[in-house]
């Protein structure tokens, strides 16, 4: 409860909880969050959290919730929207991902936490629950357990919306899913007449004749800018038993 009330204590109230009236408002709000977030030592979405509903987040909830920063058509999932049949969409395409030789070192790491000595890893392919020999010490289900990193949507000066961290990120970390209604080519096509010319399409290949179309739904890696400098880089990865 004290904590709850020292998060509350920092609180900034907005002209509107769907949207801010000026990217000062949002900044000024955004900037709150943060000092809020190293007084009490909670994570920035957990601030939000209380801030929202007066209370912590439920022990092991997903942290991932809508960016007041996002525009109104925009809803943030948690997971992919299957607008087609999932298990006919991978039933024929992929196979059980084998049992990696990984091993917990002496040190306490497990070896799959390196590309180079786990054979699923150096696959794109996540291990599954009950056959990788670490067990619960397993680091290659980043995708199954939704493990990312603190991020926040902001408004930029010329490129619209776009993702920025809130914390160091190490090199070879999973930043965010990339999420979205999954639909097949013969859909696409017909979303893609009637989404106006001049709209910005949200579009990923998937596999086959498959695509995820984040354009109304999706994750906060849709708000991931092109760059002519990168540091980042996309990767399809085999997660249980869909391409993710």
């Known amino acids: 409860r004290d904590l709850v009330q020292a998060v ?3 609180k900034r109230e907005r002209s509107d909880e769907q949207e801010f009236a000026s990217l000062d408002e949002w900044k000024q709000w955004s900037e709150a969050v943060r000092e809020t977030s190293d007084k ?26 809508r960016s007041p920063m996002a525009p109104r058509t925009f809803n943030l999932i948690t997971e992919n929207l299957y607008r087609v049949s999932k298990k006919r969409a991978w039933e024929e395409l992929l196979e059980e991902p084998a049992a990696c030789q990984c091993r917990v070192k002496g040190d306490g790491r497990p070896t799959c936490f390196d590309d180079e000595r786990c054979v699923n890893r150096a696959m794109y392919v996540e291990c599954l629950p009950d056959r ?5 010490h397993c680091c290659n289900r980043r995708l199954q357990e939704a493990k990312y ?22 090199k070879g970390t999973l930043v965010q899913e990339y999420m979205g209604e999954v639909i097949d080519f013969k859909e696409w096509e017909r979303r893609s007449k009637r989404y106006d010319q001049d709209s910005l399409f949200y579009v990923f290949l998937l596999d086959r004749d498959l695509v995820i179309d984040a354009s109304v739904y ?19 990865w085999q997660g249980g038993m869909e391409n993710r």
């Open 40 to 65: 009490t030592g909670l994570s920035v979405e957990e601030v939000q959290h209380v801030w929202a509903h007066g209370k912590l987040p439920p022990r092991g909830s997903p942290l991932v919730q």
């Open 218 to 236: 999706g994750s906060m890696a849709r708000f991931i800018n092109h760059s002519c400098a990168p540091n980042c880089s996309t990767q399809k």
């Open 149 to 170: 990193p603190a991020t926040e949507v902001f408004f930029t000066s010329s490129r619209g919306h776009g993702l920025r961290a809130v914390q160091d990120i190490p």
């Open 8 to 10: 509350l204590a920092g």
């Open 132 to 136: 990788c020999p670490t067990g619960l």
